[in-house]
């Protein structure tokens, strides 16, 4: 017999992953390493309530979390990969102060 308050439990919890995804991918850009954070909780949130409630709640809240992690990590590549190059050419630093 389930609990009468199962299936809110459930779907809160689909809609805290929704709402962690869709923060994930509008941060993504200027705060990359939150988004491991945000991400990481928001799609164990998902997978955990996998098959307990809305399907359709389910997927969002995975796919969300998954595309905020897919930007997060390209954002956070391209910083890298733009300070080394800035690293391994500082004439260009040189000449924005001069």
Not at 46 to 75: D, M, P, Q, R
Request: glycine share 10%.
């Amino acid at each position: 017999m389930k609990k009468k308050g199962g299936k809110k439990k459930s779907e809160a919890k689909n809609i805290i992953s929704i709402i962690l995804g869709s923060i994930s991918i509008l941060i993504s850009w200027f705060l990359p390493y939150i988004i491991f954070i945000t991400g990481t909780i928001g799609i164990i949130l998902a997978y955990t309530e996998k098959g307990k409630s809305s399907k359709k709640l389910n997927v969002w809240g995975f796919v969300l979390n998954l595309i905020g992690l897919a930007l997060g990590l390209f954002f956070l590549t391209l910083t890298l990969l733009f300070l080394v190059y800035l690293g391994n050419n500082p004439e260009i630093l040189n000449s924005l102060n001069s």
